[in-house]
């Protein structure tokens, strides 16, 4: 395959800078729409080399199907694994490496800095209320929040055919508008509905097609059980169902990426540091956002320096602690305009290894008993497959 290389990877738990505008999930749709002849559509993946001819191209992504997974779904995931084997190359996640980040990433071809969901839980700015992207709905406006025009949205007005296939409970949620506004909507309650929708809608014209499926149990099973735990070898199972049966039902003229949001690790119990049984790490923290993996702090005015002091001493290498400043001069989230700098925390917490910082009081009680966790920069969080395969 011809397009970006693979990122340079010396273990699962080193860091992967994100490779926006070269090799990341935020390039997916720009390259589709690029195949598709849609103007003005850069192609950083390379895609048109491949896909001479194509004029329908349906996206499949997977939600935790990590480029890690792969091998360890390979007994459970033939047609995955085959697929992998063949045709796989590595792409990056954006940072965080969270569903709700990564699922406006590809709907817009944007980085996260500039599409402005940048987290999994951000605090509402000027206020100490928090935005769970996940339970979204009207407030605050979709549009106003996410202001970038989708890839959706672009593919329609140059005369695409664009469709969405997603679980019926997510039609007109707010990170369904910020990520897929610009598609028809179509409900599909579990794989088999998702395959067969997703097939529907590609062959319903005879025009230029887009189609985007999202399938969530890969990674729900990860959450609730571990990678690699019986329920998630049966959810591996029902993806390679899925895969095959979009396979099958390709037409010719038409070509199928599989893609996923970010991978996901098992954490021990012992890697667990809660936050609210420890009082040094509450002094001169206002609110707590984020997620475990990746901690977004807005503090008390002056109380900065003190606060990464603090987490810096009691995580010790357990989690890198900066400061927004630092964070945003990674690069991990691209530019950031000033209009979203807020969202992110005065103090950056990321985790290392297979740490996490819960709140076993103060969120919901479940976020501190999963199993599998993702979020951070780690090869194994970051690290995601893209499957190019022609009808």
Known sequence: ???????????????????????????????????????????????????????????????????????????????????????????????????PVSLVSLGTGAAPGAHGVLGFRVRLPETDRLLSHIEWGREPEPRHWQPVPTQLERARAAGVAVTVVSRPEYDGSGLTVAANRGGDYRGAA??????????????????????????PDLDRQGHLHGVDSPPWRIAAAEVDRLLARLVDGLPGDAALLVTAD??????????????????????????????????????????????????????????????????????????VPESHLQRIGDVVVVCRDTWVVVATRSEHPMESRLVGYHGADTATEMTIPLLVVRG
């Open 1 to 99: 395959m011809t397009g970006a290389s693979s990122p340079d990877v010396t273990g699962p738990l080193d860091p992967v800078a994100p490779r926006y505008g070269s090799g990341s999930l935020a390039d997916v749709l720009p390259s589709a729409l690029a195949v598709l002849g849609v103007p003005g559509s850069p192609d950083p993946l390379g895609l048109t080399a491949d896909l001479d001819g194509i004029r329908r191209v349906a996206v499949l992504l997977v939600d935790g199907l990590g480029w890690y997974q792969i091998p360890t779904a390979r007994p459970y995931a033939p047609t995955l694994f085959g697929l992998h084997a063949l045709l796989g190359r590595r792409l990056t996640a954006g940072f965080p490496s969270t569903t």
């Open 190 to 215: 579990g794989a088999d509905e998702l395959a067969t929708e997703m097939l529907a809608a590609l062959t319903a014209g005879d025009g230029p097609t887009l189609v985007s499926g999202y399938h």
């Open 262 to 335: 970010h991978g996901q690790l098992n954490v021990p119990e012992e890697h667990r540091v809660d936050l609210d049984a420890d009082p040094r790490l509450l002094a001169g923290v206002r609110v707590v956002a984020g997620e475990p993996r990746v901690r977004y702090l807005h503090v008390a005015p002056g109380a900065v320096p003190d606060v990464v002091d603090t987490w810096s001493a009691v995580l010790g290498d357990a989690a890198r602690v900066l400061t927004r400043d630092e964070a945003v001069a990674t690069g991990w989230f691209g530019p």
